[in-house]
Protein backbone atom coordinates (compact mmCIF):
# COMPACT_ATOMS: atom_id res chain seq x y z
CA UNK A 1 0.00 0.00 0.00
CA UNK A 2 1.22 3.72 -0.69
CA UNK A 3 0.06 6.62 0.57
CA UNK A 4 -0.26 9.23 -2.26
CA UNK A 5 -0.71 13.57 -1.40
CA UNK A 6 -2.68 14.22 -4.76
CA UNK A 7 -2.33 17.54 -5.95
CA UNK A 8 -5.01 19.26 -8.44
CA UNK A 9 -3.90 18.02 -11.66
CA UNK A 10 -3.10 14.45 -10.29
CA UNK A 11 -6.55 14.43 -9.05
CA UNK A 12 -8.12 15.23 -12.29
CA UNK A 13 -6.35 12.14 -13.58
CA UNK A 14 -7.35 9.94 -11.17
CA UNK A 15 -11.07 11.31 -10.71
CA UNK A 16 -12.79 8.10 -12.44
CA UNK A 17 -11.30 6.28 -9.33
CA UNK A 18 -12.45 8.91 -6.71
CA UNK A 19 -15.52 9.27 -8.01
CA UNK A 20 -15.86 5.18 -7.78
CA UNK A 21 -14.95 5.05 -4.31
CA UNK A 22 -17.41 7.93 -3.17
CA UNK A 23 -20.19 5.79 -4.87
CA UNK A 24 -18.49 2.29 -3.54
CA UNK A 25 -19.01 4.34 0.16
CA UNK A 26 -22.73 5.80 -0.28
CA UNK A 27 -23.99 2.31 -1.66
CA UNK A 28 -22.53 0.21 1.44
CA UNK A 29 -24.35 3.03 3.80
CA UNK A 30 -21.86 5.56 4.67
CA UNK A 31 -23.05 8.57 6.07
CA UNK A 32 -20.76 11.01 4.29
CA UNK A 33 -23.20 13.81 3.15
CA UNK A 34 -25.02 11.87 0.74
CA UNK A 35 -27.72 9.19 0.76
CA UNK A 36 -27.93 6.24 -2.20
CA UNK A 37 -29.06 6.11 -4.72
CA UNK A 38 -25.45 8.63 -5.77
CA UNK A 39 -25.75 9.68 -9.08
CA UNK A 40 -22.80 9.64 -11.19
CA UNK A 41 -22.98 13.69 -11.57
CA UNK A 42 -23.46 14.44 -8.47
CA UNK A 43 -20.42 12.41 -7.71
CA UNK A 44 -18.51 14.41 -9.97
CA UNK A 45 -19.62 17.48 -9.27
CA UNK A 46 -18.74 16.60 -5.32
CA UNK A 47 -14.85 15.74 -6.52
CA UNK A 48 -14.78 18.63 -9.26
CA UNK A 49 -15.43 21.19 -5.91
CA UNK A 50 -12.80 19.39 -4.08
CA UNK A 51 -10.06 19.64 -6.64
CA UNK A 52 -10.94 23.39 -6.96
CA UNK A 53 -10.81 23.88 -2.89
CA UNK A 54 -7.13 21.11 -3.54
CA UNK A 55 -6.03 24.18 -6.14
CA UNK A 56 -6.76 27.01 -4.07
CA UNK A 57 -4.72 25.37 -1.36
CA UNK A 58 -7.85 24.96 1.49
CA UNK A 59 -7.62 21.54 1.38
CA UNK A 60 -5.53 18.23 1.64
CA UNK A 61 -6.32 15.03 0.01
CA UNK A 62 -4.66 11.79 0.14
CA UNK A 63 -5.60 8.28 -1.25
CA UNK A 64 -4.15 4.86 -0.17
CA UNK A 65 -3.05 2.71 -3.54
CA UNK A 66 -2.58 -0.70 -4.32
CA UNK A 67 -1.06 -1.86 -7.54
CA UNK A 68 -1.97 1.97 -8.41
CA UNK A 69 -5.59 1.70 -7.87
CA UNK A 70 -7.24 3.98 -5.14
CA UNK A 71 -8.88 2.06 -2.37
CA UNK A 72 -9.16 4.75 -0.01
CA UNK A 73 -8.99 8.66 0.48
CA UNK A 74 -9.17 11.13 3.38
CA UNK A 75 -9.21 15.14 3.14
CA UNK A 76 -8.42 17.74 5.55
CA UNK A 77 -10.12 20.76 5.38
CA UNK A 78 -7.29 23.63 6.50
CA UNK A 79 -9.69 26.82 8.01
CA UNK A 80 -8.60 29.89 6.33
CA UNK A 81 -9.74 32.11 8.91
CA UNK A 82 -7.17 34.04 11.04
CA UNK A 83 -8.18 32.86 14.54
CA UNK A 84 -8.43 29.33 13.24
CA UNK A 85 -5.49 29.00 11.39
CA UNK A 86 -4.25 26.32 13.90
CA UNK A 87 -7.03 23.51 13.12
CA UNK A 88 -8.15 21.69 10.47
CA UNK A 89 -11.09 19.38 10.07
CA UNK A 90 -10.62 15.58 8.74
CA UNK A 91 -13.24 14.61 6.26
CA UNK A 92 -14.41 11.71 4.26
CA UNK A 93 -12.28 9.11 5.27
CA UNK A 94 -13.39 6.56 2.81
CA UNK A 95 -12.10 2.92 2.43
CA UNK A 96 -13.82 0.70 -0.66
CA UNK A 97 -15.74 -2.23 1.21
CA UNK A 98 -13.35 -4.30 -0.85
CA UNK A 99 -10.14 -3.08 0.73
CA UNK A 100 -11.47 -2.98 4.22
CA UNK A 101 -10.20 -3.97 7.66
CA UNK A 102 -6.48 -4.12 6.02
CA UNK A 103 -5.42 -1.52 8.01
CA UNK A 104 -5.77 0.92 5.50
CA UNK A 105 -8.08 3.68 7.11
CA UNK A 106 -5.58 3.79 10.02
CA UNK A 107 -2.72 4.45 7.84
CA UNK A 108 -4.78 7.24 6.00
CA UNK A 109 -5.75 9.12 9.09
CA UNK A 110 -1.96 8.70 10.53
CA UNK A 111 -0.90 10.18 7.01
CA UNK A 112 -3.31 13.18 7.35
CA UNK A 113 -2.43 13.87 10.79
CA UNK A 114 1.44 14.19 9.73
CA UNK A 115 -0.02 16.34 7.26
CA UNK A 116 -1.68 18.36 9.23
CA UNK A 117 1.26 19.08 11.54
CA UNK A 118 3.39 19.80 8.84
CA UNK A 119 0.85 22.45 8.00
CA UNK A 120 0.98 24.08 11.89
CA UNK A 121 -2.37 22.45 12.04
CA UNK A 122 -2.46 21.35 15.87
CA UNK A 123 -5.83 21.08 16.35
CA UNK A 124 -8.02 18.45 14.64
CA UNK A 125 -11.60 17.77 14.47
CA UNK A 126 -13.97 15.24 12.83
CA UNK A 127 -17.50 13.96 12.99
CA UNK A 128 -18.94 10.51 12.60
CA UNK A 129 -22.39 8.97 12.74
CA UNK A 130 -22.87 7.33 16.07
CA UNK A 131 -22.23 3.88 16.09
CA UNK A 132 -20.30 3.71 12.94
CA UNK A 133 -17.10 1.27 12.97
CA UNK A 134 -14.97 4.79 12.51
CA UNK A 135 -15.67 5.19 16.39
CA UNK A 136 -13.64 2.91 17.46
CA UNK A 137 -10.87 3.71 14.71
CA UNK A 138 -10.83 7.33 16.30
CA UNK A 139 -10.93 6.72 19.93
CA UNK A 140 -7.88 4.01 19.26
CA UNK A 141 -5.82 6.85 17.80
CA UNK A 142 -6.72 9.22 20.91
CA UNK A 143 -9.52 11.10 19.62
CA UNK A 144 -11.35 12.43 22.26
CA UNK A 145 -15.28 12.84 22.18
CA UNK A 146 -16.62 16.45 22.54
CA UNK A 147 -20.51 15.40 22.41
CA UNK A 148 -23.36 13.75 20.73
CA UNK A 149 -25.56 16.12 18.01
CA UNK A 150 -29.03 14.14 17.76
CA UNK A 151 -31.23 14.10 14.92
CA UNK A 152 -28.35 15.30 12.77
CA UNK A 153 -27.82 13.21 9.32
CA UNK A 154 -30.81 11.53 7.32
CA UNK A 155 -30.40 8.75 5.90
CA UNK A 156 -32.49 7.05 2.65
CA UNK A 157 -35.79 6.04 4.44
CA UNK A 158 -35.70 9.39 5.80
CA UNK A 159 -34.95 8.27 9.82
CA UNK A 160 -32.12 10.86 11.36
CA UNK A 161 -28.66 9.71 12.64
CA UNK A 162 -27.10 11.36 15.60
CA UNK A 163 -23.49 12.19 14.85
CA UNK A 164 -20.41 12.20 17.06
CA UNK A 165 -18.01 15.41 17.37
CA UNK A 166 -14.80 14.21 18.15
CA UNK A 167 -11.03 16.56 18.12
CA UNK A 168 -7.60 16.11 19.01
CA UNK A 169 -4.57 18.30 20.24
CA UNK A 170 -1.14 18.13 19.11
CA UNK A 171 0.54 19.34 21.76
CA UNK A 172 4.11 19.37 20.16
CA UNK A 173 4.81 19.80 16.47
Not at 4 to 21: G, S
Not at 125 to 149: M, N
Request: hydrophobic residues 50%; contains cysteine.
Amino acid sequence: MQIEHLDATRAWVVLPQLIDILEDAVASGASIGFVPPLAANEARAYWEAVIADVAAGHRLVLVATVDGVICGTIQLDLTQRANGRHRAEIQKLLVHTAARRRGIGRALLAAVEAAALAAGRRLLVLDTRQGDPAEQLYRSAGYQVVGVIPYYAANADGTLDPTVLYYRWFAEM
